[in-house]
């Protein structure tokens, strides 16, 4: 049983010595268990949180921990009456070939289910995301603006095509020029901005001429900045991620803006709102399933994954997350269906 654990707490950017690649038996069930044998490991930026021990929603993972990580299994062994050997479910299983689950927190998988990783993705806890802050948080109305970041990302790219669903003007903002075209052309965004670009501000100023109603925030940073001053009265940010901070190791250089911040909000009425998504929304999963499967069967989304081989590649493809190398939805394939 290869298991990828933390070998140390990362200094910023996480670097591939802060994780180690070992081997255990795989190990045995008892009554009412299951074994389960990891298919695919997703691989998301809240990842980076919990290698860190400051404080946060959730625990960290220990030094010499298992690295945490939503998976598609397949059943390998079952002393559960509720599952038959074979059977295909989502588990928190971690960055490992086998785990042990008491069935509890497993969701079984639909056989008709053709792409099973999707439901890592756009089926799963990336989609639900996107759904519910948008949806509940962003409440955007037709012809508003709705602008993203991260646009061709597991949840920035499913946000932009709901939006455009409502009848919205949407704005993308992504990294590098095959990323924008794709946002635009594949994904039916109306224009979407390269924040790597020198003239991010005045770029995103041109394409959202009426300001911005709805900001679907997942990266703060430089991003934010060039949001801020375009936001409307009475705009909405759903506050979901902020990647550009992830391997921040202090605070950045500048005065201080917090108090031209808050006044911003303030003046212009704007309701910023966190939220983690199974906390908030976990009891809503069936309403987003429904809507989601529909919206995929009829072609009206699209979705990529980007699918990293073999479970050992897992840390490098993580760093990369961080750094905006994965182009759509980030996953490892760890063992043969
Ligand atoms: P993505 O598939 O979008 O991958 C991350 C992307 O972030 C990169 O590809 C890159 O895209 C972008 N990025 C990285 N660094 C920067 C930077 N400095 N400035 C601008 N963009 C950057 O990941 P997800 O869709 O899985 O996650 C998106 C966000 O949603 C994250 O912030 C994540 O933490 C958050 N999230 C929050 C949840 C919650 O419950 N609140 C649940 C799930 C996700 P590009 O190349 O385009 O810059």
Not at 38 to 54: E, F, I, K, N, Q
Not at 231 to 256: E, F, M, W
Request: net charge negative; proline share 4%; aromatic share 8%.
């Amino acid at each position: 049983n290869r298991q990828i654990t933390l070998a140390a707490r990362p200094n910023g950017e996480p670097k591939p010595s802060d994780f180690k690649l070992v081997e255990s038996v795989i190990p045995t069930i008892s009554e009412g268990q299951v074994l389960l044998r990891t298919v695919y490991l997703s691989l998301d930026p809240y990842m980076r949180g919990r290698m860190s021990d400051a404080e946060s929603y959730a625990d960290p993972v220990a030094i010499n921990g298992v690295m945490v990580g939503g998976s598609v299994c397949r059943v390998e062994q079952t002393l559960n009456d509720n599952f038959k050997q074979g059977d295909w479910v989502v588990a928190f299983g971690g960055w490992q070939d086998y785990c042990v689950s008491d069935g509890v927190d497993l969701l079984k998988l639909p056989a008709q289910l053709a792409q099973k990783s999707y439901a890592l993705g756009i089926l799963g806890m990336p989609g639900l995301t996107a759904y519910m802050g948008l949806m509940d948080i962003g409440q955007p109305q037709k012809g508003e603006t709705v602008v993203v970041a991260a646009a061709t990302g597991a949840v920035g790219s499913l946000v932009g095509q709901i939006a455009k669903l409502n009848g919205c003007h949407v704005v993308g903002i992504a990294g590098g020029a095959e990323k924008c075209d794709y946002a635009v052309k594949e994904l039916g965004f109306d224009s979407c901005i390269d924040h790597k670009s020198a003239d991010l501000n005045e770029a995103l100023k041109q394409a959202c001429p009426n300001g911005i109603d709805v900001y679907f925030e997942n990266v703060g940073g430089a991003v934010f900045d060039a949001v801020l001053p375009l936001l409307n009265t009475k705009a909405r940010v759903p506050l979901c991620g902020l990647i550009s901070q992830y391997n921040a190791t202090s605070l950045p250089d500048g005065p201080d803006r917090m108090g031209a911040l808050m006044g911003r909000l303030l003046v212009k009425r704007i309701k910023m709102q966190g939220f983690i998504v199974f906390d908030d929304y976990g009891h809503r999963y069936s309403e987003f399933s429904d809507a989601m499967s529909n919206w995929l069967q009829t072609g009206q989304i699209k979705y990529k994954e980007h699918l990293v081989q073999g479970l050992g590649n897992s840390p490098e493809a993580f760093i990369g997350l961080l750094k905006g190398e994965n182009f759509g939805k980030l996953v490892v394939q760890v063992g043969e269906a």
